[in-house]
């Protein structure tokens, strides 16, 4: 079974960004991201951040398809509810799987 901390996501866009939810496309930059999954940005290594910033993987979108998982190197449009409205999400920001 893959490791949680190696689920990473890489921001391609950003779709949607309201206060309770988020849309965008991302690339797995390594491990399995499932659905259920809960993801804060890389640079927080404070676990009390990284639990206000907490974000809940809700929908996977590949090619119109809905699916429950997808790995490296691959990209989807993704669905995320917010724990914490002023979470935000730039090009480029890695996010990592927490617990």
């Known amino acids: 079974m893959d490791k949680m901390e190696e689920n990473r996501i890489q921001i391609v866009s950003v779709e949607l960004q309201a206060s309770d ?3 965008c496309v991302v690339r797995c ?3 399995v991201v499932r659905v259920g999954q809960n993801f804060a ?4 290594d404070d676990r009390e951040d990284a639990v206000r910033s907490l974000l809940t993987l809700e929908q996977i979108d590949r090619y119109g398809r809905s699916v429950e998982f997808f ?3 691959h990209g ?3 669905s995320l509810s917010v724990n914490e409205p002023s979470v935000d999400l730039e090009v ?3 996010l990592h ?3």
């Open 21 to 23: 939810q988020l849309t």
């Open 76 to 78: 989807a449009k993704i």
């Open 41 to 44: 940005p890389e640079h927080q």
């Open 97 to 99: 799987s927490v617990p």
């Open 29 to 31: 930059v390594g491990g």
């Open 92 to 94: 480029g920001m890695i």
């Open 71 to 73: 790995d490296a190197p």
